[in-house]
Nanobody, 126 residues
Framework: QVQLVESGGGLVQPGGSLRLSCAAS????????IGWIRQAPGKEREGVSC????????YYADSVKGRFTISRDNAENTWYLQMNSPKPEDTAVYYC???????????????????WGQGTQVTVSS
């Protein structure tokens, strides 16, 4: 049974930093692309970042480029989203998700992801 559990969310000040983690179980993540998707109140889900199963391809939404970094530790079946210099507009529920995609491909489209975590709230405010 595939299970994804996010952690690390909370309240962070603008300009600070936060690291989200996603612990995966029930499958071998080596062959799966990983995505981080967020949803702010009243808005549609938005693909924030993704990384291919090979680790060779990544994607970042324009709004987070240069500030967020995605990474994966296949040995630990754990994935990360490092959020530096967050802004109030980054406030949202953040979900990790995964899908079996070609090894050098990942998707910024939420609909391409098959398995999802329960989400973790990130609030950026002073």
């Amino acid at each position: 049974q595939v299970q994804l559990v996010e952690s690390g969310g909370g309240l962070v000040q603008p300009g600070g930093s936060l690291r989200l983690s996603c612990a995966a179980s029930g499958f071998t993540s080596d062959y799966y692309a990983i995505g981080w998707i967020r949803q702010a109140p009243g808005k549609e889900r938005e693909g924030v970042s993704c990384i291919s199963s090979s680790g060779g391809s990544t994607y970042y939404a324009d709004s987070v480029k240069g500030r967020f970094t995605i990474s994966r530790d296949n040995a630990e079946n754990t994935w990360y989203l490092q959020m530096n210099s967050p802004k109030p507009e980054d406030t949202a529920v953040y979900y990790c998700a995964t899908a079996f995609l070609p090894s050098d491909y990942c998707s910024g489209y939420p609909y391409e992801y098959e398995y999802w975590g329960q989400g973790t709230q990130v609030t950026v405010s002073s």
